[in-house]
């Protein structure tokens, strides 16, 4: 069992500005009761540590499938292409395949791939084969061909990430491909990025279907019914290309029939869930009492964390469009909130204040950082109001952007209440997911950004998520609009695979608050229930997302 303990320091005027952002609850009522959860000590089973009970008739153990399963998913996919970057990734993952999955201790395993190597030192040029055989659901081959079409497809979509050292990809022979590159690839996560993130099509079928609601791939499953906005109906393949001895574990069919409903509201999903219609849900602080001992559903589900890398960010618009620009509006901003209300506010039993930009479960974690002091671990309304005289700031209203989510929703309304306390005006716009990425790359529409992003080995793949150019939503930018060459050189370096130190990520996490780039609010430790018929548990490396036809069920 994991134990979790989280220590309190809920403070005075905190408690009150906090119950004002949760929509005035009592003050004294609301700070008792935080006080009360966030000195407590909570006992959960890690998800990776569940196992098979091997007394039991399991897909684990023997050849049948669970024959049906629901799933309830938080968000509603525009497009079900691979290549699309509004595509649901738990449906995509169990649909297409990629030539390589990344394995949890950082290796990597062939699946349309069946072997690879560089031609020389240099490692400019991969040659790798493909499995003969791989056919999709419409009984197209894959070939070297597809495989080229499939990566050019992926880079004109503009959602290719880290290809920087990517230059173009040729067929060699029928089931043979050479990859060529500018350099020998350079970052920390470029292998995983392009080989095992491209999903491979047959250019054939892409181009006979509309993939946005129609979509074939060469994975375990196939689409048998969708309805947009509402659900997805998954078929195991009973003519799937993969020999059984070959079978990784990611391409396993356990369960015939996975049907996906797309339920946006919390509750909603909870209703789903409390009804036996769907197999799991994520819960937040104020549901898990009702399956704890006690509760109105004990002893009905099973309930397991994890932790989660993820955490939270409020970046500033630092062109010269807004305000933030000014360190001075930074740091009065910074120092009239409190990261402890973030977690607080959204579950102080699940969720837990950052010290620094960076959630402790990241691989290279350090330390140290537990002690630094900064913005991120004071409070501090009087340094507040001295930053704000310096800036100049006349009364002007701060715009909040954020995506339409419960989590970044309740951070928005505690920033805005904090900051009203401070003096400083604000507004929040909320905007759908879709919308979320041309907003923020608009320099002239926003003052604040609510960001997330994670990366469960180095903390240098979620400072290039958050601070690099690469990944900015503007041609030449970062998130923030921030322009420092020095800075990127940094980032550059420690995500190179030859020059990555512990050292240089801690001058980037020190220029990070010596500069004000970004206010951590708070990570989680993702707390769910489940069906007991879920017997062990298969994720994306790196990620939450369950492979469900690749997880382990109880038939008996």
């Not at 569940?50 to 023997?62: F, I, L």
């Not at 350090?366 to 100049?392: F, H, I, P, R």
């Amino acid at each position: 069992m994991r134990t979790i303990t989280r220590r309190s320091f809920l403070k005075g005027s905190a408690a009150s500005i906090l119950a004002v952002a949760l929509g005035g609850i009592g003050v004294n009522a609301y700070a008792e009761e935080a006080e009360e959860a966030a000195a407590g000590t909570y006992e959960w089973e890690l998800l990776s540590s569940v196992t098979v009970d091997e007394s039991r008739t399991s897909t684990a153990n023997s050849d049948e499938k669970l024959d049906y399963i629901t799933i309830g998913l938080g968000t509603v996919p525009s497009s079900m292409d691979p290549y699309s970057f509004n595509k649901s990734s738990e449906i995509t993952v169990e649909v297409f395949e990629t030539l390589v999955v990344a394995t949890d201790d950082g290796d990597f395993v062939g699946i349309i791939a069946k072997d690879w190597a560089y031609t020389d030192d240099t490692e400019t040029e991969l040659v790798m084969n493909i499995y003969e055989g791989v056919t999709d659901s419409d009984g197209n081959e894959i070939t070297a061909e597809d495989v080229v079409f499939s990566f050019q497809t992926y880079i004109d979509s503009g959602n290719a990430r880290d290809f920087d050292d990517y230059d173009y990809s040729e067929a060699t022979d029928t089931y043979q491909v050479t990859f060529h590159f500018k350099q020998k690839l350079s970052s920390l996560d470029g292998f995983d990025n392009i080989f095992a993130s491209t999903y491979i099509v047959s250019q054939a079928t892409y181009e006979s279907h509309n993939f946005n609601v129609d979509p074939v791939g060469s994975g375990p499953y196939k689409i048998t019914n969708y309805e947009e906005g509402a659900s997805c109906i998954l078929e195991a393949r009973d003519d799937y290309w993969q020999s059984e001895e070959n079978l990784y574990q990611s391409q396993k069919s356990n369960v015939q029939t996975i049907e996906y409903q797309f339920i946006l509201d919390d509750s909603m999903r909870l209703i789903a869930l409390e009804s036996g219609t769907i197999a799991y849900c994520a819960i937040d602080d104020t549901s898990l009492s009702l399956f704890e001992e006690g509760g109105d559903y004990a002893g009905q589900f099973n309930i397991y964390c994890y932790e989660d890398a993820q955490a939270q960010t409020i970046l500033p618009n630092m062109s010269s469009n807004s305000l933030m620009s000014d360190i001075n509006m930074r740091l009065a901003v910074y120092y009239a909130l409190d990261s402890e209300a973030f977690a607080d506010a959204l579950g102080s039993r699940v969720y837990y204040p950052c010290t620094v930009d960076c959630a402790p479960v990241v691989g290279d974690y350090q330390s140290d950082w537990d002690t630094w002091e900064t913005y991120n671990t004071v409070y501090d309304l009087e340094l507040s109001a001295q930053y704000l005289a310096e800036s100049g700031y006349n009364g002007e209203t701060l715009k909040i952007i954020t995506e339409d989510n419960s989590e970044k929703n309740t951070i928005a309304e505690v920033v805005q209440a904090y900051l009203e306390i401070a003096g400083i005006k604000s507004e929040i716009v909320t905007l759908d997911h879709a919308l979320i990425e041309n907003t923020a790359g608009d320099a002239t529409q926003w003052d604040i950004l609510i960001y997330s992003s994670a990366d469960k080995d180095y903390a240098i793949s979620r400072f290039m998520k958050t601070y690099a150019i690469a990944h900015g939503y503007a041609d030449g930018y970062n998130l923030s609009f921030y322009e420092n060459d020095e800075f990127q050189e940094m980032l550059s370096t420690v995500f190179n695979v030859d020059t990555y130190s512990e050292e240089g990520t801690n001058e980037i996490m020190q220029y990070i608050y010596d500069n004000a780039l970004g206010y951590a609010g708070c990570y989680a430790i993702k707390v769910g229930v489940y069906s007991p018929v879920m017997a062990q548990f298969y994720t994306v490396s790196g990620t939450s997302n369950f492979v469900i036809g690749a997880c382990e069920y109880y038939l008996d």
